[in-house]
């Protein structure tokens, strides 16, 4: 059968070049020959019996077939990599790492508070965490699983729904609590406003308050921006389940029961490859994150989780 004995440097060399379409820099990052790198590609395709790219001057562009070898290649060779990651472990004494890349505010407002938990359940399975708003390659970067936002699908990996679309609410520090409390949408238009001019007008407008807003500072992070509401710096917009702790603990209060979704929201999902989706860490992980977030659920809203003895309904992707 052609291409049941097809060399593993060979397999390599076909994923490095697929991904950067472009001999040369696979040669680069292979520390190869452009002659080497061209000559693996053309034996692979004469032992298969079918070329793999399509040639275009100096580029070459994966074909459909190409396509489907890659997505079979990558999966393959990160079962490989983490085998022997694992087999590396166990000849050490040391446990598997479970490598995660979030995003920098969920990682900073909900996960990583959450840490130790994780350490006193598993205390022999080491988390670490690369906070990100790259969207990183799984497989190339050795990456188990990622928290994104978004719909998918994404290609090559499984997605699971976190929670629903979370919705956005006004909060402040206690002492922007005590100043407004019991103060209609009108006076909050006249504090410190954090975040995005835009959103903030959708949330007056849901308020049934017209008017022109000019917010006093802009963040690239939601983590960083509940941060100055905290030391009083201004009121936030924030999504409720980032802003979760903060609530329970007092360090932020609720300032309206008035709530909005943004149109351009977009819900959590924790991705992985499908190939590690029986992995056991990724399993636990899975399973901890799934408990976790029914928790904090769970304080966002107690009368509900009492009257249904659960936490709010998931929907999975």
């Not at 050490?92 to 505010?105: C, D, K, N």
């Not at 103060?183 to 001019?197: N, S, T, V, W």
């Not at 710096?233 to 924030?238: D, I």
């Amino acid at each position: 059968m052609p291409g049941s004995r097809l060399p593993l440097n060979t397999i390599s060399a076909f994923r490095v070049v697929a991904q950067l379409q472009n001999l040369r820099a696979a040669a680069e990052e292979l520390n190869l020959t452009h002659s080497a790198v061209s000559q693996q590609i053309r034996g692979l395709e004469g032992q298969l019996g079918f070329d793999l790219f399509d040639r275009r001057g100096r580029r070459i562009v994966l074909n459909p077939a190409g396509a489907a070898l890659l997505r079979s290649v990558q999966a393959a060779l990160a079962t490989l990599e983490d085998g022997v990651q694992a087999a590396a472990a166990a000849a050490s004494g040391e446990a598997p790492r479970l490598r995660v890349t979030v995003l920098p505010s969920f990682a900073n407002r909900w996960l990583l508070p959450r840490i130790g938990r994780w350490r006193e359940k598993f205390p022999q399975l080491p988390l670490e965490i690369d906070a990100s708003i790259r969207a990183v390659d799984l497989p190339r970067e050795g990456f188990h699983a990622a928290v994104r936002q978004g719909v998918g699908p994404w290609p090559g990996l499984e997605s699971q729904r976190l929670f629903e679309l979370p919705p956005i609410i006004v909060v402040g520090s206690p002492s922007a609590a005590r100043r407004l409390a019991g103060a209609q949408p009108e006076a909050l238009a006249r504090e410190p406003l954090l975040g995005d001019d835009d959103l903030w007008r959708d949330w007056f407008a849901a308020a049934g308050f017209k008017t022109n807003v000019r917010t006093v500072a802009v963040f690239n992070d939601a983590g960083l921006m509940l941060q100055a509401a905290e030391q009083n710096l201004g009121l936030a917009l924030s999504r409720e389940i980032l802003a979760a702790d903060a609530l329970r603990d007092g360090r932020l209060l609720r300032l309206s029961p008035i709530a909005i979704t943004h149109p351009d929201a977009q819900p959590y999902h924790l991705c992985y490859p499908p190939n590690l989706r029986d992995w056991p860490p990724l399993a636990a992980f899975r399973a901890w994150l799934r408990d976790e977030l029914e928790s904090s659920l769970r304080d966002l809203y107690p009368r509900a989780a009492k009257a249904s003895g659960k936490a709010k309904p998931r929907r999975r992707s």
